[in-house]
């Protein structure tokens, strides 16, 4: 098990874990939003192969609508 920072909230996972995964894990949807690992932006054909490594900083944004 690996220890990440995920919108600062610290979570255990197991070493391996993509993106892709934590997020579903985590129930987002994939679709209206963003994530950042580490101060970069991830593209979302790379969540799949990106893993997380130990101290990895998460950040999920989401798109919201409004006026």
Same mark, same amino acid.
């Given at each position: 098990m690996i220890s990440v920072l995920v919108?600062? %909230? &610290? =979570? =255990?996972? =197991? &070493?391996g874990t993509t993106l892709e995964r934590l997020l579903t894990d985590?129930?987002? +949807?994939?679709?209206?939003?963003?994530? +950042?690992?580490?101060? %970069?932006v991830v593209s979302r054909a790379d969540w799949p192969s990106k %893993?997380?490594?130990?101290?990895? =900083?998460?950040e999920i944004l989401t798109a919201v609508q409004g006026g």
């Open positions: 919108n600062a %909230e &610290e =979570r =255990r996972i =197991r &070493e985590l129930g987002k +949807a994939h679709s209206g939003i963003a994530v +950042a690992m580490d101060g %970069e %893993e997380l490594s130990q101290g990895a =900083r998460v």
